[in-house]
């Protein structure tokens, strides 16, 4: 979504995520430099970020709060308390409206701290710094459509974005939020399988990640199921059927089916 947006956008904590968010936003025209101010506690950081992104910056989230239409939170869940005692009452009702991108602080938290607003609870992932990202997005009770589509845009700018009840973010963050460390894993254990086989570690390495990527993307751009793509590369009596053996024989789908699961679970013990 390319949308130039209207209003303001204030972003509070210029860290990782913040700035992921602030570069692609720019790059791809959603917002003017002179549309966004970014409050950030490291005065050193928030220079840093004005140089390099020509946006406004300051220290008073008060200002933020007050003039902006969309407000992001990207600081750490830690510190929401400090964050949400420090943002005034907003302009005039309904304004503006909140993303949340903190880890486990759910809508009724946010709600109380940001009575009669607006607020999106946003689950991005670790690949959205470099565009690559799957957020999912919740609505609190006082989002209209409007709303829905600025944050669709916002996070549009760093990958895919779904919406989901917030009931389902505990799954979410066990699939998407937690992916990366399971295929992470996935790309190291290939290539060590690679080494194992022979190969010198730089090539086994790079054929490993190289495999992985590729396959996503054919995935994506045929719309292939996984199972159609599986039954193709496997020939009567073969080598990848000998592997797909192997994995079965180490329950690699039970593997994989229980680390979502458990991560969602762990994920919903923490939000308790
Ligand atoms: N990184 C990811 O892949 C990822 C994925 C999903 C969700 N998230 C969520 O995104 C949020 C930010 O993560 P991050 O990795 O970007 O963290 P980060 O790099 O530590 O960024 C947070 C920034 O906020 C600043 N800050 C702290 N208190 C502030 C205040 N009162 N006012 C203004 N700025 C303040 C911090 O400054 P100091 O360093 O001086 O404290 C820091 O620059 C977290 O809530 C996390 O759960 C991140």
Redesign the pocket.
Known sequence: MDIQQSGKLGI?????????LLKRLLAQGIYLPEQVVV????QE?GQLLAKRYGVKVTAD?VEIATTVETLL?????Q?FE??AA?LSSPQKPGYPLIIS?????PLKKLEAAFADQPVIRA????P??IGAGMTAIAAGRWVKPEHLKQSQAIFGAVGEVVEVPESLMDAVTGLS?SGPGYIAIAIEALSDGGVAAGLPRAIAAKLALQTVLGTAQLLQETGMHPAELKDRVTSPGGTTIAGITALEESSFRAALINAVRTASQRSKELGA
């Open positions: 509070i904590g210029g860290g990782v995520m913040g700035e992921a409050s950030d506690l490291d950081r989230n939170l990207a600081v750490k869940p510190v400090v964050v420090s991108i903190l880890a486990g602080i689950m991005p992932n670790t959205a710094t939020g």
